[in-house]
């Protein structure tokens, strides 16, 4: 009866997935509602826009070197237009609400989504802003032109940034002059179109683009040099499937318990093994879970990130509860 009535009961807390909610929105995570300090986001959200998209394309001598090189300037050159010269249509079931192609700067006449300084350029820096964006330029720049440019005040500056804001691992002589460097980090700011769909904002235009855009800089064949596409919605699918793969590692994790359950509490023997109660403990945790979900649902507590983490201590404390009970029974019964 006991077990019919825990079993019906998880049934009827499962009813509160109907009003599940889920949150991922920062604002909402983070920031004290009904607060101040929500007002003044939501003003600085609609004054200046949702956000703005970091996008970066890192390079780096496959031997580790000094990547001040016009060798790896020109290749640095080459994924740089790889970006900017790619377009992409919005993500899958938002073409009617952002139609047409986006590309950074609208390339063919596409939607360009680069964050603009004034009403003409787009907010970018990288080595490309010293030694110019022009192929015969590039094409011209030797080793010692390129030393001479990061070493000449009235070349680097006059702009809104610092030289290791582009180059990194900066070295210097005795005289202060640059010697050479390790890496090329050139940032490319993405004016956001989000949207809010299901508690979760989401940029539809900008992040098919920013896929596409990063797929095609992996998937040339640089020469002599690691390009690396460090882009908003490139890194979220990695760490997306990185996610997944948890999930998997998950999966085996309970089986393994499961074993190791059966290994503890029984017996080398049919009668004493205790299979089912290994099996048992590990269906209590799901239902337990799925009780703790549906009644949450129903009580109209939204679903976070921090609440994923449930299952792992319910799984933990459930085994533990089994090995306790298990051996006070038996205490019991001799």
């Known amino acids: 009866i006991t077990i019919f009535i825990s079993v019906l009961l998880t049934g009827l807390c499962g009813f509160g997935f109907m009003n599940w909610t889920t949150e991922s929105r920062t604002n909402k995570l983070w920031i004290p ?14 004054t200046f826009g949702f956000e703005t998209r970091t996008e970066q394309i890192l390079l780096r001598p496959n031997d580790e070197g000094n990547v001040l090189k016009a060798a ?45 300084t004034d009403d003409i350029n787009c907010d970018m820096q990288s080595i490309l802003d010293i030694v110019g964006y022009d192929e015969a330029d590039i094409d011209a720049l030797t080793d010692e032109i390129l030393l001479d440019m990061l070493n000449d005040p009235n070349v680097t500056n006059g702009y809104q940034w610092d030289l290791p804001d582009i ?32 508690n979760q904002f989401i940029d539809p235009s900008r992040e098919e683009w920013e896929l596409k855009a990063a797929n095609k800089i992996l998937d040339y064949n640089f020469e002599g040099c690691q390009v690396v596409p460090y882009f908003a919605e490139a890194f979220s699918a990695e760490f997306g499937g990185a996610i997944a793969a948890d999930g998997q590692a998950y999966s085996v994790g ?30 209590t945790v799901g239902l337990a879970v799925l009780g703790s979900y549906g009644l949450a649902g129903a009580l109209s507590i939204i679903y976070t990130p921090l609440s994923t983490t449930l299952p792992f201590l319910v799984l933990g404390l459930g085994v533990d509860d089994a090995f306790i009970i298990a051996g006070e029974f038996q205490q019991q019964i001799k």
């Not at 900066?170 to 989000?194: M, N, P, R």
Request: charged residues 20%.
């Open 33 to 46: 509602q009904n607060t101040e300090a929500e007002a003044q986001s939501e003003w600085v959200s609609d």
């Open 167 to 198: 180059i990194g691992g900066l070295e210097y002589d005795e005289d202060g002059d640059i010697t050479s460097a390790a890496v090329f980090a050139g940032t490319y700011k993405v004016a956001a179109e989000t949207i809010d769909e299901n």
């Open 254 to 283: 309970i089986a393994l318990l499961i074993i190791y359950t059966v290994l503890a509490l029984g017996k080398r023997d049919y009668v004493h093994s205790m299979i089912g109660l290994a099996f048992c403990a590990i269906i």
């Open 72 to 116: 790896y300037v020109k290749q640095y050159w080459i994924a740089h237009f790889l970006m900017v010269n790619e377009s992409a249509p919005a993500a899958e079931g938002y073409e009617d609400q952002f139609p047409g192609q986006y590309s950074w700067d609208g390339y063919n006449n596409s939607n360009e989504v680069c964050e603009k």
